[in-house]
């Protein structure tokens, strides 16, 4: 048989083999493939049972993501499975690499599963704003207990085989590596046991206890926050739970349909390709890593130590300078606690804890302990007399080839490159806080970097499981220059009549996380004021500073660490609006001579949004971020910008980009300075043209 789906029958078996590199998707040709060689199995005369596995690194993937949005082609997974369920003869389905999506929805529609040791099992649908649509929400609450199988729904995280296992989903764990002998012999061993067929849906539902269902639905709702996929999953799952099993497939059906036409589904499977395409940039075809085991951090504050934990999770060895033996000690502890978080968090194991502490990592004074690394991290105050002095020291110690980043998160990296003989060796590897928590790297790139050191920074970034973005030089890069632009916005609807309190809950309700005040109390307001102050003899006099946030610093008031910022910080974690924050803003209008106006949630959202795309677009026009999807992933790892939204630019798409041009007109009557149109915005607005067509 041509095509990704073949069948060979040995002894009786027909087993069928899926081939469709790279994750074996199930893509029309598979789906057309698979339906026929199940159902000319079952016809044939000479086999007794059927086995399906995944030829490569794993079984079915899920649906061919590709596919969606597009005219749907019979057959279509559901029928298919359904189908396939109801043949006469056992199936087996043999599992290895990850069973996800539509793949654990084949293998739930087959009548016995087998694993290797190392498969893993998900419905990461809610990841693509989508259900289970293949029977998943069905036929899993008939299977395992129904609070798991709402938690795998609505979470999207995988289990591995032992757990799969205990909770029913999986018959057997295989032994050895060999999935396609192991689904064989199992089959083997049924048909001598006699054992028939055991259609999934002919189950009853799992039992729920009385209120369970309500609970767990409660506790979907607080965590989904604007994700509208968890609580239809909830919806179809409580179908399972009280319709016969074809009625409540046609519920999931009506569902899946309903997700699959909402914006929300298009955001999340764009940014899924755009997780993926991001690390695709030029150098990476000229360039070529440099081996990178021993790394070097220089200062060992909040990121040195986030650094140097990251790193030591990845296996690589690290030594951190400090200025003198306190500081030192103090990175060291602060390291090893990040490392026991790890070790409580079940994400390293104390063995390998205990390895790092007493091996792999080690503090120190002196740089001359830098000799023989492969690569060097900076990471001390945010100076450029102080980096400029450090990068000086590092190019006599360091080894021909080493590598010499600086994590800055503003200064410009050419600058600091000019203090060194090899700037073709330094770049910028900006992390974000906290640096063994966050996964996003701004990869910035100087004018001289050559590409073998671009290269190995996007191959460091694979090693600490960060997703690497490339930039171009400027202050701030894509993500904090982003971040400056349209916190000036907000700080212009504050002084027009907005508190931060609205604005906070404003955002919150718009997706993100927490608002931007609220962000900033928690990293701390003294960061802003020196950047601020870095910036204050080159600012414009046409610009209308708002200086409430100075005002608050001034004080003394740095946010949660000072227990005062934005908010009063209580010692229980609670955050209460300060009115004297209210009246510092109130004193600086008077000041300033304006009258406050009642400003919407609306207005706030489309001042926040309207300056983010503006300066999105001029990062990418000015060619500071490659494409679009640069500044969407770096907004939506780093920034708290709501997943389900896509990032700034696919929104921007999404509600056209003549009114965010609108928008940005009208708040230009306010301030003409500030709401400068950014050329590439008007040029595809004009054009009728979107940003997505930049991404290639
Ligand atoms: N459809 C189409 N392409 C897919 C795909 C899918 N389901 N899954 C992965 N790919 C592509 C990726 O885009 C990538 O393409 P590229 O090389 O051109 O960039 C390539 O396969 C390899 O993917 P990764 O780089 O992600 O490879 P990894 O080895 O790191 O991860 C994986 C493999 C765990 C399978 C991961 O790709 C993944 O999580 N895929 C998505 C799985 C998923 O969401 N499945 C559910 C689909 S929706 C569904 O089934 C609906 C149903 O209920 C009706
Ligand atoms: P920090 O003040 O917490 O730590 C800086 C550390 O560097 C201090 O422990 C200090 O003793 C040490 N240090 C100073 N000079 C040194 C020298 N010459 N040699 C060795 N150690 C020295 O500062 P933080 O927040 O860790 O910031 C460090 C850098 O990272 C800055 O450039 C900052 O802009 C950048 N950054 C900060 C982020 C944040 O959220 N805090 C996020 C991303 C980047």
């Not at 087996?92 to 539509?102: E, F, K, P």
């Not at 008939?142 to 798991?148: D, E, H, L």
């Not at 890593?289 to 990121?303: A, E, N, S, W």
């Not at 003549?658 to 054009?687: R, V």
Request: glycine share 10%.
């Amino acid at each position: 048989m041509s095509g990704p789906v073949s069948t060979k029958i040995e002894d009786r078996i027909a087993v069928i083999e899926i081939n469709n590199p790279p994750v074996n998707a199930a893509s029309h040709a598979v789906r057309e493939g698979l339906i026929s060689a199940v159902l000319d199995a079952d016809a044939n005369a000479d086999v007794d049972a059927i086995v399906i596995y995944g030829a490569g690194n794993t079984f079915i993937a899920g649906a061919d993501i590709k596919e969606f949005g597009q005219p749907p082609k019979a057959p279509h997974l559901p029928q298919l499975i359904d189908e396939m369920e109801a043949v006469s003869k056992p199936t087996v389905a043999a599992l290895h690499g990850t069973a996800l999506g539509g793949g654990l929805e084949t293998a739930l529609g087959s009548h016995y599963r087998i694993a290797l040791a190392t498969a893993r099992f998900g419905l990461p649908e809610v990841h693509l704003g989508l259900l289970p649509g293949a029977g998943g929400t069905q036929r899993l609450p008939r299977v395992i207990p129904v609070a798991k199988a709402a938690q795998m729904m609505t979470s999207g995280t995988m289990i591995g085989a032992q757990e799969a296992l205990q909770l029913g989903l999986i018959d057997e764990i295989a032994e050895g590596d060999d999935i396609r002998s192991a689904g064989f012999a199992y089959a083997q061993k049924l048909v001598a046991d006699g054992a028939g067929v055991r259609p999934t849906s002919a189950r009853a539902p799992m039992p729920v206890a009385e209120g369970e269902l309500d609970a767990v639905r409660a506790k979907v709702a607080k965590a989904a926050r604007g994700l509208i996929a968890p609580l239809k999953i909830m919806d179809a799952i409580e179908a399972a739970l009280t319709l016969p099993f074809d009625e409540g497939q046609q519920k999931e059906r009506a569902l899946f349909m309903e997700l699959m036409a909402d914006e929300q589904r298009s955001a999340m499977i764009h940014a899924f390709f755009a997780d993926r395409q991001v690390g695709k940039v030029p150098e990476l075809k000229t360039g070529t890593p440099r081996d990178i085991r021993k790394i070097g951090v220089v200062g060992g504050g909040t990121m040195g130590a986030g650094i140097a934990t990251s790193a030591l999770l990845a296996g690589l060895d690290v030594t951190l300078a400090e200025r003198d033996d306190e500081a030192a000690a103090k990175a060291l502890e602060t390291v090893s606690g990040h490392l026991s978080g790890a070790v409580k968090r079940g994400k390293l194991k104390q063995e390998k804890h205990d390895a790092i502490i007493g091996g792999k990592f080690r503090t120190t004074t002196d740089y001359a302990d830098f000799a023989d690394v492969d690569l060097v991290i900076e990471a001390v105050f945010e100076s450029m007399e102080v980096k400029k002095d450090v990068f000086g020291k590092l190019d006599m110690i360091c080894k021909p080839g080493a590598i010499l980043a600086s994590n800055t998160s503003y200064l410009n990296i050419d600058e600091i490159a000019a203090m060194t003989q090899r700037p073709e060796d330094v770049i910028g590897l900006h992390f974000f806080s906290p640096a063994h928590v966050m996964r996003l790297l701004e990869v910035v790139v100087g004018k001289k970097t050559s590409d073998d050191v671009v290269a190995s920074g996007f191959a460091l970034a694979k090693k600490m499981r960060k997703i690497a973005v490339r930039s171009g030089v400027c202050d701030g890069f894509i993500g904090n220059r982003i971040l400056n632009t349209y916190a000036t916005a907000i700080n212009g609807a504050v002084l027009a009549g907005a508190s931060p309190y609205d604005v906070d809950r404003a955002m919150e309700e718009f997706g993100l996380a927490m608002g931007l005040f609220r962000v900033a109390d928690l990293a701390g307001l003294d960061i802003g004021w020196a950047n601020r102050k870095r910036m204050a003899p080159d600012r414009d006099p046409r610009e209308q500073y708002a200086e409430f946030a100075d005002k608050i610093c001034e004080l003394g008031r740095y946010g949660r660490k000072t227990g005062r910022g934005f908010y009063i910080h209580g010692a229980d974690g609670s955050e209460t609006p300060d009115p004297e924050v209210l009246d510092i803003i109130a004193a600086e209008r008077a000041a300033k001579g304006i009258t406050p106006r009642e400003i919407s949630d609306t207005e706030i959202i489309d001042r926040y949004m309207a300056a983010m795309v503006n300066e999105s677009a001029k990062v990418v026009g000015e060619g500071i971020a490659l494409r679009p999807l640069d500044v969407d992933i770096t907004l939506l790892n780093g920034y708290g910008f709501p997943r389900w939204r896509g990032g700034p630019l696919h929104y921007a798409d999404t509600v056209g980009l003549d009114k965010i041009l609108n928008d940005i007109k009208i708040f230009q009557k306010e301030d003409d300075f500030f709401w400068q149109p950014a050329p590439l915005l008007e040029k595809l607005a004009a054009e009728g043209g979107k940003f997505a067509d930049l991404n290639g």
